[in-house]
């Protein structure tokens, strides 16, 4: 099937199972990992995260439905169900090993797949059905879905983050984490990243090529791409590893859909306030507030606080593999958004810069809907240390006239030892 077909039965679809009139600004969308992978015998979590435009007051009940699809977008046939609560349906291949977490009424579930085999490489579409109180029920799902790779135990589990928001002027790292069931890490030969500027998810343009040493730091990649050329790079990224364990030939593994980069244009709606200045002593709180808008369509937000001028190395990510080592395990959040630091030395002249990121769907076409991201920066705070390399704990520091008072006690004294031994040398002489 082409693919402006199908996207035409698509956008048919979607207006039939929501059954709202064209142009009505509802917010529908369900918010899946494009791709995730797992070794064989592990158990699989398969988030699931959706918004809707009705009151919580307004719901009766919420249902999710699972279905898998060997296809390139999750169908619109109720066919290849393979969790529903509704029919409590046997599926022998998942028979036992599947089981829903989380709170459907708040928008947050996921799927645990135990004892993944190799049989369940699959894509994976979350739907939902939400029953009103005397209104019609509604009836969205995933579109993209998530595709599942599992892996055996020799070979390699690579992980990218799904998206990066970035602003004109950042120097954007790409990162992967690779592990092995089998291996702690083995050696790795060569590393490429592709990457395609299009608007479709795929990797066909070689951006990195090479050995992997001087890009790797334990079991993670990473390659910057700077500020200069930002704005032309917008796309989708995906790594390539060739390994060997050193007991076999090497293997090659690749990323299908990878990272996507989103480059969005500065703000002011959530009039971010930072202090501009903070003392750090034993340890410091940068505060950060900010408003955002009550929509009905976020499907979450992040706060990151950055440093650099261009913006590079975070100093809090929710995701640690960002962290700049000098700040690995030294900060976290506190109230949801305060920046804590700890055990730090020579902060002078740092400026930290805190950043707010929501995603959230919006109406591109009647009923069909997007996943957007909007991210804001603060105005900055400077750091003045205090004291941060001065004495260890349980040390005196005595007043600065006291010091003086001591050193030119010292020197007279010295001064007065070497007249006493020159006369006492005259002496041995004279005598001698």
Request: hydrophobic share 35%.
């Amino acid at each position: 099937m082409s693919y402006p077909l199908t996207l035409i039965m698509l956008l048919l679809w979607v207006a039939i199972v929501t059954g709202e009139p064209s142009g009505t600004l509802v917010h529908y969308c369900v918010d899946q990992p494009r791709e995730t992978e797992s070794f064989v015998g592990e158990n699989l979590t398969l988030p699931c995260k959706f918004v809707y435009p009705e009151k919580k007051e307004t719901v009766s009940d919420v249902n999710i439905i699972w279905k898998a699809y060997d296809f390139q977008y999750c169908r619109f046939t109720t066919k290849n169900e393979i969790y529903n609560p509704l029919t409590k349906i046997s599926f022998s291949k998942y028979q036992g090993r599947l089981l829903l977490r989380g709170d459907p009424l708040a928008g947050n579930v996921s799927l645990i797949l135990n004892n993944v085999t190799l049989n369940d490489t699959n894509r994976y579409c979350c739907r939902v059905i939400i029953s009103f109180k005397g209104k019609e029920k509604k009836q969205f799902q995933s579109v993209d879905g998530t595709i599942l790779t599992v892996r055996e135990e020799h070979e390699l589990k690579l992980e990218q983050p799904s998206f990066i928001p970035a602003f004109v002027g950042d120097t954007v790292t790409f990162l992967c984490r690779f592990s092995s069931k089998k291996y702690i890490i083995p050696t790795l030969i060569s590393c490429r990243l592709w990457g395609n500027t299009g608007e479709r998810p795929k990797c066909d343009r070689l951006v990195h090529s090479g050995d992997c040493s001087h890009i790797q730091r334990g079991n993670i990649l990473y390659v910057k791409i700077s500020n200069q050329t930002l704005p032309l790079h917008q796309g989708w990224y995906c790594w390539e590893i060739q390994a060997s364990s050193g007991k076999s030939d090497p293997l090659t593994f690749r990323k299908a859909l990878g990272t996507e980069l989103l480059v969005v244009e500065r703000t002011n709606t959530f009039k971010i306030i930072q202090p501009q200045e903070t003392v750090f002593q034993k340890s410091a709180i940068i505060n950060c507030s900010f408003t955002i808008p009550q929509y009905s369509n976020i499907l979450r937000t992040e706060v990151y606080w950055m440093i650099g001028d261009p913006r590079e190395d975070y100093v809090y990510h929710p995701n640690p593999d960002y962290i700049h080592p000098d700040y690995k395990g030294k900060t976290s959040l506190v109230d949801g958004s305060n920046l804590f630091l700890q055990d730090f030395h020579g902060l002078n002249n740092t400026i930290f810069y805190c950043r707010v990121m929501i995603q959230h769907c919006e109406t591109i076409r009647g009923t069909i809907t997007r996943r957007e991201i909007t991210m804001e920066e603060g105005p900055g705070t400077f750091l003045r240390s205090e004291n941060v390399n001065g004495p260890s704990e349980g040390v005196t520091t005595l007043p600065l006239c006291l010091q003086s008072i001591i050193i030119v006690a010292c020197s007279v004294f010295k001064f007065l030892l070497l007249i006493a031994l020159f006369i006492l040398a005259l002496v041995y002489i004279k005598k001698g």
